[in-house]
């Protein structure tokens, strides 16, 4: 180590310097832990037990980013004083490395980290050169992992705030209909046993004339209208209530709402499989494959799809209800059951929606490490042609599998055999 590099270290520091800089650094990580304890109180307080678990969901997950990032802290002089033949450097690179010898004020600004990454590596870098190799990973590119690691656990953060606000809303604008079934129910005069046929008959007979012609095509266009009218809210209602509780005064909507706290508590974290994801997202991420751009359509692609099948589960819930929607008789009741879903399993949606969540927080996560760390001129961000229609699609995919996708899901889901209640 040179006579610079010694002159600052801690060594040489003045005292005021490192007290300050620990005093904000403790002070802004005190203030996060006692705010996520007392917003956890709060949600105790509130009895939002689904949320509660979910916050300490996500306190796990960031303990697991934070954790990842020590241990690259402890380890980066190990890792970098790890040398391997420069021929294996040379292959499956996520930018072209320039073939001739760049000039004017680009030359110097190469020079220039050059110089900076043989000062971060230090002797390790010298050790690796006089054996014709090169270091498996520079203190520069660890310190980059360290950014790219932050920058996840705040999308994250961000994106799951954002599905559940966003899920909470939708749910919130369907509290009106179930205060006009109750308002009505308390309103008659008659037996229980004669209000519910009366008061259900005309959307029943509603729910099946909108769903008798229904394709899975045309599902998929619903969904982006009227994904849950009043009818398909009332008629899922009834043969849940039907199915499972058979109590006409269940407030099905305050029910809807837990079942979304709980859904939000399994698509918050992230799973080994996920992590698999991260991994070989990073791998095939090779200059000229596109990868980066062509992977920002497989969320979108598997959200329109879910999105229809969960319509056309409720079209094919109306057609086997559909007996004879004239009737002036007692209402046709729908049947909940499981043959509708995927391999009869209403999980593997939820499986699928926790998977496009995560990818699109992680695209959008990766494209601002780019763009924080290389700037726009990055060869990995590419063209503005690549950039433009990503981040459209980041957008579209938050909102529309936070407002649409998943309260379609909380609902839908209630239509299988089994009690889906997730708190």
Known sequence: MGTEDSLSSLEYTPTWIVALVCSVIVAISLFMERFLHYFGKFLQRKNQNSLFQALQKLKEELMILGFIS???????????????????????????????????????????????????????SEHCTSQGKIPLLSIEALHELHIFIFIIGVVHVVFCATTMALGGIKIQMWKQWENSITGATQTKDSSSSQQNPNLHHDHHRQFIKEHAAVSFAMAFFKQFHNSVTKSDYICLRHGFIMKHCNNIDFDFHKFMMRTLEGDFKKVVGISWHLWVFVVLFLLIDINGWHTYFYLSFLPLILLLIVGAKLEHVITQLAQD???DPEEQQSPV???????????????????????????????????????????????????????????????????????????????????????????
């Open 70 to 124: 020590l241990l690259l802290t402890v380890s980066q002089h190990s890792i970098s004083s790890i040398c391997i033949p420069t021929t294996l450097a040379s292959h499956m690179l996520p930018c072209k490395k320039p073939n001739s010898t760049p000039s004017g004020e680009h030359q110097g600004f190469i020079l220039n980290k050059r110089r900076l990454l043989s000062t971060a590596t230090g002797g390790h």
């Open 321 to 323: 209800s559909s007996i």
């Open 333 to 423: 009741r729908i049947k909940p059951s499981d043959q509708h879903f995927w391999c009869h399993r209403p999980r593997i949606v939820l499986y699928l929606i926790h998977f496009i969540l995560f990818q699109n927080s992680f695209e959008i996560a990766f494209f601002i490490w780019i763009l924080t760390t290389y700037g726009s001129s990055s060869c990995i961000i590419e063209s503005l042609g690549y950039l433009i229609p990503r981040l459209i699609i980041g957008v579209l995919v938050q909102v529309l599998c936070s407002y649409i996708t998943l309260p379609l899901y909380a609902i839908v889901s209630q239509m299988g055999d089994e009690f889906m209640d997730s708190s």
